[in-house]
Nanobody, 125 residues
Framework: QVQLLESGGGLVQPGGSLRLSCAASGIIFSTCEISWDRQAPGLQRELVGTITSGGTTNYAVAVKGRFTISRDNAKNTAYLQMDSLKPEDTAVYYC???????????????????WGQGTQVTVAS
């Protein structure tokens, strides 16, 4: 059973930093693409950024240059380092792990997404 555990959220002042973690179990983490999304109150969920299994990253324009996604396959953990935080970064942040298509337990399965429970990030003075 795939489980994702997010941590690291909290309250931070504008200009501050936080690092979110997403620890995965029950999955071959190194083969997965990881993404981070966020959802602010009253707004649609939006993509923050992704990191491929090979380590290539992409970011939304709103966070580029301030946020960094990384992964430690030995620890089955992905990270979202958030610097120069702004009040508009306030949201619930979710990690997504996309297992690629392939043979699992003797059966073919298409790409499958797994989501963390979300962690609240509040940027306020």
């Amino acid at each position: 059973q795939v489980q994702l555990l997010e941590s690291g959220g909290g309250l931070v002042q504008p200009g501050g930093s936080l690092r979110l973690s997403c620890a995965a179990s029950g999955i071959i983490f190194s083969t997965c693409e990881i993404s981070w999304d966020r959802q602010a109150p009253g707004l649609q969920r939006e993509l923050v950024g992704t990191i491929t299994s090979g380590g290539t990253t992409n970011y939304a324009v709103a966070v580029k240059g301030r946020f960094t996604i990384s992964r430690d396959n030995a620890k089955n953990t992905a990270y979202l380092q958030m610097d120069s935080l702004k009040p508009e970064d306030t949201a619930v942040y979710y990690c997504n792990v996309r297992r690629p298509s392939g043979m699992y337990s003797g059966r073919f399965s298409g790409a499958t997404d797994y989501w963390g429970q979300g962690t609240q990030v509040t940027v306020a003075s």
